[in-house]
């Protein structure tokens, strides 16, 4: 137990996916999990522990934003040992061939910064997502038939963003989309030693305007999950 993760030291799996909302935790753990149980609702950021084809997985909630994300992956990686750490959320689309519904698989994260800045302090550090989980990811999204992008992408400190000119430069420097924590978690895992991915689901465009339907989101998030899995066990 630690202070934002109510659950026993057996209670967390190896390898954890890390939705930013808990009630999309529960919504994975339920749909894609066996013997699903609740192992943490510390500030209501739940956390479920189950097994998928007989492998004992863990979905956390990290809450939205990096400063939250490296809260909960701290206390994973340091307080249980956690090996595998894979986001599944959404993102902003920001390139014309990307498309609603469509997965990117996050190669490496740009960002303004990060909660590790203070530790990197003059140099850029480049965060980039663990090779052997981005190329099985890669291979189940091809044969599930997914749509499916690989790149740079942007984490974002701001939702609300009010920087157009910095948008034109992530779309002209080939940024697939945008976020909001995916980079500091390649941080954690790079200082840390373990494996790190992101997993993301284009639910809105930047230059479009389009955005997916609220009944559409579970169907596209269902396959961002099990591409997930597949990666972490594949």
Same mark, same amino acid.
């Given at each position: 137990?630690?202070?934002?993760?109510?659950?026993?030291?057996?209670?967390?799996?190896?390898?954890?996916?890390?939705?930013?909302?808990?009630? #999309? %935790? #529960?919504?994975?753990?339920?749909?894609?999990?066996?013997?699903?149980?609740?192992?943490?609702?510390?500030? /209501?950021?739940?956390?479920?522990?189950?097994?998928?084809?007989?492998?004992?997985?863990?979905?956390?909630?990290?809450?939205?934003?990096?400063?939250?994300?490296?809260?909960?992956?701290? @206390?994973?990686?340091?307080?249980?040992?956690?090996?595998? !750490?894979?986001?599944?959320?959404?993102?902003?689309?920001?390139?014309?061939?990307?498309?609603?519904?469509?997965?990117?698989?996050?190669?490496?994260?740009?960002?303004?910064?990060?909660?590790?800045? /203070?530790?990197?302090?003059?140099?850029?550090?480049?965060?980039? %997502?663990?090779?052997?989980?981005?190329?099985?990811?890669? *291979?189940? %999204?091809?044969?599930?038939?997914?749509?499916?992008?690989?790149?740079?992408?942007?984490?974002?400190?701001?939702?609300?963003? @009010?920087?157009?000119?910095?948008?034109?430069?992530?779309?002209?420097?080939?940024?697939?989309?945008? @976020?909001?924590?995916?980079?500091?978690?390649?941080?954690?895992?790079?200082?840390?030693?373990?494996?790190?991915?992101?997993?993301?689901?284009?639910?809105? *465009?930047? !230059?479009?305007?389009?955005?997916?339907?609220? @009944?559409?989101?579970?169907?596209?998030?269902?396959?961002?999950?099990?591409?997930?899995?597949?990666?972490?066990?594949?």
């Amino acid at each position: 137990m630690t202070i934002h993760i109510g659950a026993a030291k057996g209670d967390i799996a190896p390898t954890v996916l890390m939705p930013g909302d808990p009630y #999309r %935790a #529960r919504w994975a753990a339920e749909k894609f999990l066996s013997d699903v149980k609740l192992v943490n609702e510390v500030r /209501g950021m739940l956390g479920f522990t189950g097994t998928w084809n007989g492998n004992p997985v863990t979905i956390q909630g990290s809450g939205m934003g990096m400063p939250s994300l490296s809260i909960y992956a701290n @206390e994973l990686i340091t307080e249980y040992d956690t090996q595998t !750490l894979i986001r599944i959320g959404s993102c902003g689309g920001m390139q014309k061939s990307v498309g609603i519904r469509d997965v990117i698989l996050a190669q490496t994260a740009t960002s303004i910064s990060t909660p590790s800045r /203070g530790i990197f302090k003059e140099m850029n550090f480049a965060p980039a %997502a663990n090779f052997d989980l981005l190329h099985k990811a890669f *291979h189940a %999204a091809e044969a599930k038939g997914t749509t499916t992008h690989v790149g740079n992408i942007y984490s974002s400190d701001v939702f609300y963003d @009010e920087r157009p000119d910095l948008n034109e430069q992530m779309t002209r420097h080939g940024i697939l989309g945008v @976020e909001m924590e995916a980079a500091e978690l390649y941080n954690l895992a790079a200082r840390h030693g373990r494996k790190a991915l992101a997993v993301l689901t284009v639910s809105d *465009h930047l !230059l479009t305007g389009e955005a997916l339907p609220a @009944e559409d989101r579970e169907r596209s998030f269902g396959d961002m999950v099990e591409i997930a899995l597949e990666a972490a066990f594949g």
